[in-house]
């Protein structure tokens, strides 16, 4: 069992940068593949990116070249760095971990377990 809490959310401007951070309980974080999601209000859960427990990562394509996933697997933390961020990136980011770690998938389902969320919202 993992417990993952999101911190780092907050606002910000149009076209500026932000880092949200996952942290994990447990010892077992470097075998989980770990992810985030966003969700806006009155939209569905969508997939932000994720990273194996090796390191492959993979992005939406709404996304792709602006956000960044990576992982720091002694302090048990993965991290999403934003940067040209849009309104449209205003959401609830959450942190999601499954196993194996091997493999990432894009659908909520894939994953067994998840944050609380971070707010970020982007003013334009």
């Known amino acids: 069992q993992v417990h993952l809490v999101e911190s780092g959310g907050g606002l910000v401007q149009a076209g500026g940068s932000l880092r949200v951070s996952c942290a994990a309980s447990g010892p077992t974080f470097s075998t989980y593949a770990m992810a985030w999601f966003r969700q806006a209000p009155g939209k569905e859960r969508e997939f932000v990116a994720a990273?194996?427990?090796?390191?492959?990562?993979n992005y939406a394509d709404s996304v792709k070249g602006r956000f960044t996933i990576s992982r720091d697997n002694a302090k048990s933390t993965v991290y999403l760095q934003m940067s040209s961020l849009k309104s449209d990136d205003t959401a609830v980011y959450y942190c999601?971990?499954?196993?194996?770690?091997?493999?990432?998938?894009?659908?909520?389902?894939?994953?067994?377990?998840w944050g609380q969320g971070t707010q970020v919202t982007v003013a334009s």
């Open positions: 990273i194996t427990s090796g390191g492959g990562v």
């Open positions: 999601a971990a499954s196993t194996p770690g091997w493999i990432i998938g894009q659908q909520t389902d894939a994953y067994e377990h």
